[in-house]
Nanobody, 123 residues
Framework: QVQLVESGGGLVQAGGSLRLSCAASGRTLNSYAMGWFRQAPGKEREFVAAISRNGDNTYYADSVKGRFTASRDNTKNTVYLQMTSLRPEDTAVYYC????????????????WGQGTQVTVSS
């Protein structure tokens, strides 16, 4: 099992940027596709972005396409989510998740999850 720890969340004004990091331990990340999900208060967890094992393929929710970028550095066992042009509706707890081998955009397919990091965007 891979252990994941997110960092980089915080409070930012609308239009600002943040970069989330997800550090893995226990296993090397190059066998895992990675996903980012978020959950706002009173809402279900939703897909944000996913990246394949080697980083060649990325997938995004329509709501973040063009504003968020997922990347990874397997030598550092870390994945990133660069978030720009942030909006108040991006406010949520953001989670990274790992899935063995094949990338997915469905939360139920991911077996390992981090504890989450809070992102708050003020208007």
């Amino acid at each position: 099992q891979v252990q994941l720890v997110e960092s980089g969340g915080g409070l930012v004004q609308a239009g600002g940027s943040l970069r989330l990091s997800c550090a893995a331990s226990g296993r090397t990340l190059n066998s895992y596709a990675m996903g980012w999900f978020r959950q706002a208060p009173g809402k279900e967890r939703e897909f944000v972005a996913a990246i394949s094992r080697n980083g060649d393929n990325t997938y995004y929710a329509d709501s973040v396409k063009g504003r968020f970028t997922a990347s990874r550095d397997n030598t550092k066992n870390t994945v990133y989510l660069q978030m720009t042009s942030l909006r108040p509706e991006d406010t949520a707890v953001y989670y990274c998740a790992a899935k063995f081998l094949v990338v997915s955009t469905t939360a139920a397919n991911f077996g390992s999850w981090g504890q989450g990091t809070q992102v708050t965007v003020s208007s």
